[in-house]
């Protein structure tokens, strides 16, 4: 199992974190390299696939959550983006590109946490935005 699906509960194919470089209080940094199979690429769009804007930020979130997880602040919780702010996209990613993504925790609590992110692509800002998320437990 890898370190990622270790720190989040997502799984292919929608599991946007490949590895995490760094985790610490201020900072999270983790990559994720886009295949060409990736299952959004069939439809965005034929002939010229692009990486959907609103899965660069699900990919900074689940780099944030991975993060804290790995940190242990937040127990055995689950982490549910609740809103996303201040959303740009400023580069295009496609198919075999690799973004490393740097998450700052702007707030950490028992019941939220609150991050800002961007994604690079070499020197290049990819995608930016703010988010905050909901902690909670499993639901039956």
Same mark, same amino acid.
């Given at each position: ?15 946007? #974190?490949? =590895? ?22 069939? @439809? ?5 696939? #692009? ?23 937040? @127990? ?19 198919? @075999?590109?690799?973004? =490393? ?5 702007? =707030? ?27 902690? @909670?437990?499993?639901?039956?």
């Amino acid at each position: 199992m890898r370190e990622t699906e270790k720190l989040l509960p997502h799984r292919d194919p929608f599991l946007f #974190v490949d =590895r995490i470089e760094k985790a610490d209080r201020e900072e999270i940094i983790g990559y994720k390299r886009f295949k060409e199979d990736e299952f959004f690429f069939k @439809g965005h769009f034929p002939g010229y696939p #692009v990486v959907p804007g609103v899965i660069m930020i699900e990919s900074m979130a689940q780099c944030g959550g991975a993060g804290v997880n790995k940190l242990g602040i937040l @127990g055995d919780s689950l982490i549910f983006l609740a809103t996303v702010e201040k959303a740009k996209f400023r580069k295009q990613v496609r198919p @075999g590109d690799e973004i =490393r993504m740097v998450i700052r925790n702007k =707030r950490i609590s028992k019941s939220m946490l609150r991050q800002s992110g961007k994604a690079y692509l070499g020197d290049d800002v990819a995608a930016e935005a703010e988010w905050l998320c909901l902690v @909670g437990r499993e639901s039956s």
